[in-house]
Structures are given as C-alpha cells and as structure tokens.
C-alpha cells in the first residue's frame, strides 16, 4: 500500500567523488526560512582491491584497471505530496518537462558542490553535468526511503538537450579538438589565459551566477584583448580583435556593478553578449590555426 505521505526527489549517480562528506544537507533560498529541499549525499569506495606493497618487494604490475566507486546525490523536495499528485508528477516529468526539472536539481547539486568547493579551499571540486551522469532518476517515496536513497516508484530519465548536444557538437567540429591538442602537446601551440578565463565565466553564466560570470568575463576580455595582439596579422582575427577592444568600457563597468553587489539583468545580457563574442573570437582562431 502507497503511504500518503510521500516526498518527490531528482537522484543523480556519478562515477567519482563529488565532494561533500556524505549526509543530508537542507536547502534555504535565505537563513531562517523553511528549507525547500533535503541534499542527500551518499559515496561507495571501489570495489578494486590492490594489493599492498610488500617490504623490500616491487608491486605486482595489475592488468585489469582499478573498478570506480560511486557518488549519488539525492535532491528531495520537502513539500509533502498524496500519492495521486507524486504518480502525476511522475508522468508529467517523463515528458518535456524532464529537462527542466533536471537542470533546476542540478542548479542546488552544484550550489552544493561549489559550497564545499569554498569551505574545503580546494579547487579541485568541480561542478556537475547531466550528460556525465552515469544514472539521473525522478521518483518519489516514503520520508524513510528517500532519506536512504531508495524510493517506493521511480523512472530513469533521458539526457536533456539533445538540441543543446547538437550545438556542442558543432561547436567542437569548428574547434577541431584533436587536432589542437595534438598541437598542444607536441608544443606546436598554447592554451592562452582568456581560454580558461572565458571556460569559468561560461560556467558561471551557465550556473546562473551573475557576479562570477560578469568579473571573469572582464579579466577574460582584457586577457584576449592582449594575447590576440600577435594575431595582428589575420584580417579577420583583427577585426575581431578590435570588436572586442570596443567591450572594454561596457565590460569594465559590469564588473564593478557586480563588484557592489548582483548585477541587474541588462547588465547580465551585457555579460553573456561580451562572453559569446569572447568564444566566437577564439573559435575563429582555431578555425585558421595551421596545425
């Protein structure tokens, strides 16, 4: 028999340690508020036992690889549902709406995940994508088995974004990915500053972090504008140079917007309009690189 109380949720599973010691975690827009969701953190080591290093005796070389262990984050909602609104819900988030309940769990995992990445000053934390997901599943259950991980009825959802796939995969054909970092290895080229400085701010943007976005995307601009001065030589890669030195002013002042405080949403589209052209800037470079 279904209780009648039951709690929604969003699981996600993850080959490799997401960061956060495992627990459950509450979720508040504002301190003193009601908390909307429970994060439920849980990890298993790799099930892979290699052998000790004995004394005075080299390790046995292993030709199976090490099996990974696994991480699951568990979003609940605190909201208590009857079990003719979880089974609705259920089917509705089959649908389209899939992907938007997706990426809003993901928006709290990854809040989650760069809080931890602060309070543990380590920057090797990184945030989280659907796609790299090994499992994501919507469900619902009783109060006792979502806190657990386990749920009374639950559905493994698709990817999102099979357009936002497409696009990413033209992206990565005008990039030419492995030819450059075949290039990059054998020293025939570099990874400039504004490359990395654009990838944080794009994640910032993405993760809907305004301020972030708005100051890398600033010291990103500055950085391009410099680095591109050796490319003086291509017509088109100055002409794209000079749009971007034309940034500078608009970009600067964005960023000391976000510097007292968020930044309003004209001034966010400033940003996201400055950090396109940021990135077709670089794309265009790739596309003429003689590798």
């Given at each position: 028999m279904t209780p009648d109380r039951l709690y929604r949720f969003i699981q996600f599973e993850y080959p490799w340690p997401l960061g956060p010691v495992d627990g459950r975690y509450l979720i508040r827009d504002h301190a003193g508020e009601e908390a909307h969701h429970v994060l439920v953190f849980a990890s298993w080591a790799t099930t892979t036992?290699?052998?000790?290093?004995?004394?005075?005796?080299?390790?046995?070389?292993?030709r199976v690889?090490?099996?990974t262990g696994l991480s699951r984050a568990t979003l609940?909602?605190?909201?208590v549902v009857d079990a003719a609104t979880a089974q609705a819900w259920l089917a509705e988030i089959e649908g389209p709406a899939a992907g938007e309940a997706v990426s809003d769990g993901l928006l709290l995992v990854n809040s989650a995940i760069r809080g931890h990445r602060a309070?543990?000053?380590?920057?090797?934390?990184?945030?989280?994508?659907?796609e790299q997901a090994l499992t994501v599943r919507a469900g619902y259950g009783a109060?006792?088995?979502?806190?657990e991980g386990d749920w009374t009825q639950a559905r493994d959802l698709p990817s999102p974004g099979s357009q936002e796939g497409?696009?990413?995969?033209?992206r990565e054909a005008a990039l030419r990915p492995q030819e450059r970092l075949a290039a990059l290895l054998s020293g025939r080229d570099a990874?400039?500053?504004?490359?990395?400085?654009?990838?944080?701010?794009?994640?910032?943007?993405d993760q809907r972090r305004p301020r972030e976005a708005a100051l890398q995307t600033h010291i990103a601009l500055e950085a391009a504008?410099?680095?591109?001065?050796?490319?003086?030589?291509?017509?088109?890669?100055?002409?794209?140079?000079g749009e971007l030195e034309a940034l500078r002013v608009p970009m600067s002042a964005a960023a000391n917007e976000a510097l007292q405080g968020g930044p309003s949403d004209a001034t966010t589209a400033t940003v996201s309009d400055a950090l396109e052209q940021i990135e077709a800037t670089l794309r265009a470079r790739a596309a003429v690189a003689a590798y």
């Open positions: 036992q290699r052998r000790s290093r004995r004394w005075t005796r080299e390790p046995e070389p292993q690889p090490a099996e609940v909602e605190t909201t309070a543990a000053a380590d920057p090797t934390v990184r945030e989280v994508t659907a109060g006792d088995e979502v806190a497409n696009r990413r995969q033209r990874v400039l500053a504004c490359e990395e400085l654009a990838l944080r701010a794009r994640l910032d943007l504008v410099a680095e591109l001065q050796a490319y003086r030589g291509s017509e088109n890669l100055s002409r794209r140079r």
